[in-house]
């Protein structure tokens, strides 16, 4: 029960949720208005930090994967080696639609929603009976399979090596999605995205993912189907991944290889663990972080941004767990003693088997929280 | 009679036999194996397909018997074991070329044994306690480390990887009672249901050759040292065995080595098959895990089955490039289906 002891904290802490979930209230609204103001000025703020606008939209996209992708690991604790099969299928089919259907993008969304959440049913049913480390390395294969089996099998569909070419411009209501178009698009459909997060975790739902992950034994136990949570939590990051996919063709109309690779399920995990997992902010800062330092640090420390990203999330992983939401935390956790006014708040000073307790206790809380919502 | 002259004359039948030592006898096979089945069109070929199972299944094996007995033992997922590959191999080829390739052999695997101690101490031991996602995070990131630092230094690209003279060329496999013709260089290995001679190369041999050696001397170490039993015994009940005053801690930190040790070994041997380059490690890595999974997670024998089981599966869909492309993950399927835990898995064992 001593895991992931400085997530919850630091969920506890960035959302000071309630025992009981509740529905969407006033406070709320407030905070998804906050965001929605952020990501929409981006394009502005971006600029006086060395970005441009495309980066914009870049972090964005990627910020959408990666909330998606937080969902399974920071709610549920099931680390998912696999989420670019979903990313990737789904770019190759809003790249099909848009090239054989029609450049208009709805349909093109529609569909990539559809197969994204086929291709995560498939791969869901056979990789969610495991849990843990299994499911990790069974996600993993299963990606690398597709990855396979596109450049191989559905060569002709998918272009081979070459990806997919020759894409046409992608067209909205008659609008010609290009430059800041592309922005808002993808900023409204995060927005939306963050939204439906944020319900979630406050969620009976959301609760009962977090117990998952917590204690999944006591929940079989109390006559909880948790592999229907499961499920249905890996579909809803599934669709997050395939609606990022679809973005990334609308903002880019060339469907690489890539995309399917597990290099590109590997950026998705750095993101969330850098940023933070079981947050809903984090994930997003931590695409933002990694492009920042993919677009714009790179021309200052050249070719080995790569290495020096590595060394931040080795680091990251050892020393701050929470990624750097956590950061401001777990100074606080440290230097609080010295505020008098705090001492006698600092957690620190209990011992391990008192937080241990306590962690399994909350979770018991969010069980029985769970029982009278129903 | 062969039989006889094959037998060390003060070798004592043991558990294995001296049967296992000497080479079956050659003309009796011949005789009661009948002829139809040496005078088969497609024998030659099936051979072939069989050596390179056996071949692929060697590399394999070496990787994910390094990762299972990591895993079995400390119960730590070493997403980085494919790095520790990628680096023997470059280190054997920067060896090979300064001082010779006999060097290499011996310096890299102790290299990569000290490393995998440094690695372990310095890194590893502090993740026992936290959760599984954190052993694989911490792994897979500094196989991403290890990628980029080779990337840096080395260039993207493929490095050649110069075999040594005795290790290159062709061996010529001959049916019984065929004549080579002497011009044809290469070794000479007499096998039985071959119909004229085929060649393969040497240094494919030499890599099941290897891994046998290494397989045997892994499962000595483990079932007839002490040390090996220590280490059964800590892979069921750690608890009991500090109690009893065992230091269970430097016994791991020894194995997690040795899994180290076997990489290396399968970088010095498996690199100038696999090629050398930075992104390979990783590549290697997915069908390791499915080779572990398959076997079922912490058997090592379960590891071996699966590793030949993937290879000859590889090896025969040679002809079908699509098939051949998705084989070894239908594989993993089909056998997750029918039995989750692998082949070899214990119930209850990390389920």
Redesign the interface.
């Known amino acids: 029960m001593t895991d992931d002891m400085s997530v919850l904290q630091a969920a506890r802490s960035s959302a000071s949720p309630t025992l009981r979930p509740r529905g969407l209230g006033g406070r709320d609204y407030v905070v998804i208005s906050a965001f929605a103001l952020v990501i929409l000025t981006m394009p502005m703020w971006i600029l006086t930090i060395g970005g441009y606008e495309a980066l914009a939209t870049k972090i964005v996209i990627w910020g959408l994967f990666a909330l998606g992708f937080d969902i399974m690991l920071g709610f549920t604790g099931y680390l998912s080696f696999g989420h670019a099969a979903f990313f990737g299928t789904a770019a190759y089919a809003t790249g099909l639609s848009l090239k054989h259907l029609t450049p208009n993008l709805l349909p093109a969304l529609g569909i990539s929603i559809v197969t994204a959440v086929l291709i995560g049913g498939l791969i869901g049913v056979l990789s969610l009976r495991r849990s843990g480390i299994y499911f990790s390395i069974l996600s993993l294969a299963f990606a690398e399979m597709l990855h396979a089996a596109a450049l191989s099998i559905f060569q002709q569909y998918t272009g081979g090596d070459n990806g997919l070419t020759g894409l046409p411009l992608p067209m909205l209501f008659g609008l010609q999605m290009q430059g800041i178009a592309v922005f808002y698009v993808a900023a409204v459909l995060l927005i939306i995205g963050f939204a439906v997060a944020w319900k979630i975790k406050r969620a009976p739902f959301g609760l009962m993912l977090r117990a998952i992950k917590e204690n999944p034994l006591r929940l079989e136990y109390a006559g909880i189907n948790i592999w229907a949570y499961k499920m249905a939590a890996f579909m809803i990051s599934t669709v997050y991944a395939g609606i990022a996919g679809f973005l990334m063709v609308v903002y880019q109309p060339y469907v690489a290889t890539q995309y399917v690779h597990w290099s590109t399920s590997g950026e998705v995990v750095i993101m969330s663990v850098i940023g933070g997992v079981g947050t809903l902010v984090g994930p997003i800062l931590g695409a933002g972080f990694m492009l920042y330092f993919e677009n714009v640090v790179q021309a200052i420390i050249g070719e080995q941004w790569r290495l020096v990203l590595g060394f931040v999330f080795v680091c990251v992983v050892i020393f701050l767990p929470g990624g750097f939401v956590a950061l401001g935390h777990t100074i606080w956790h440290r230097l609080g003693h010295l505020v008098r006014s705090r001492r006698r708040n600092v957690s620190d000073m209990e011992t391990d088997s008192e937080t241990s307790g306590r962690s399994s206790a909350r979770a018991g809380a969010y069980t029985s929280g769970e029982h009278d919502a129903c | 009679m062969i039989l006889p002259l094959l037998v060390p004359v003060n070798s004592v039948p043991t558990k294995w036999g001296y049967k296992a030592q000497s080479h079956p006898p050659l003309a009796p096979w011949r005789e009661c194996w009948g002829s139809p089945w040496t005078e088969g069109v497609f024998v030659n070929a099936y051979i072939l397909q069989f050596l390179t199972g056996l071949q692929l299944g060697a590399i394999y094996a070496l990787i994910a018997l390094g990762l299972t007995l990591i895993f079995g033992t400390l119960g730590v997922?070493n997403f980085a074991h494919g790095a520790l590959y990628i680096l023997a191999a470059y280190a054997a080829v920067l060896v090979a070329t300064k001082i010779g390739f006999l060097w290499a052999v011996v310096l890299v695997p102790s290299a990569l044994f000290c490393f995998g101690i440094v690695l372990e101490r310095g890194?590893i031991r502090?993740f026992y306690?936290?959760?599984?996602?954190?052993q694989?995070?911490?792994t897979?990131?500094?196989a991403?480390?290890n990628e980029?630092?080779l990337?840096?230094i080395f260039g993207a690209s493929n490095i050649p990887f110069s075999l040594p003279r005795w290790g290159a060329g062709n061996t010529i496999l001959y049916g019984l009672g065929v004549v080579v013709p002497a011009p044809i260089p290469g070794l000479r290995i007499p096998l039985p249901l071959v119909q004229g001679f085929i060649f393969y190369p040497t240094w494919r041999l030499l890599l099941i050759l290897v891994a046998f050696c290494t397989v045997l001397g892994l499962f000595i170490l483990l079932q007839f040292t002490r040390f090996g039993l220590v280490v059964r015994a800590g892979r069921r009940e750690p608890e009991m065995l500090r109690f009893l005053g065992v230091n269970i801690t430097q016994c791991f930190t020894v194995v997690f080595g040795l899994g180290c040790m076997i990489a290396g070994i399968a970088g010095v041997f498996g690199g100038p098959i696999t090629q050398v380059s930075p992104g390979v490690g990783?590549a290697l890595l997915?069908p390791s895990?499915?080779v572990?999974?398959i076997g079922g997670?912490g058997s090592l024998a379960g590891a071996l089955v699966a590793a030949v089981m993937l290879g000859m599966a590889l090896a025969f869909t040679a002809e079908l490039?699509?098939l051949q492309?998705?084989i070894i993950?239908?594989v993993?399927?089909v056998v997750?289906?029918v039995r989750?835990r692998g082949l070899f898995g214990q119930k209850g064992v990390?389920?």
Do not use: C, N
């Not at chain 2, 306690?129 to 954190?134: E, L």
């Open positions: 997922v890194l502090f306690s936290r959760p599984h996602t954190d694989i995070l911490v897979f990131g500094l991403m480390v980029e630092m990337k840096w990783m997915v895990f499915l572990v999974v997670m490039a699509a492309q998705i993950y239908l993993a399927v997750l289906l989750p990390f389920e």
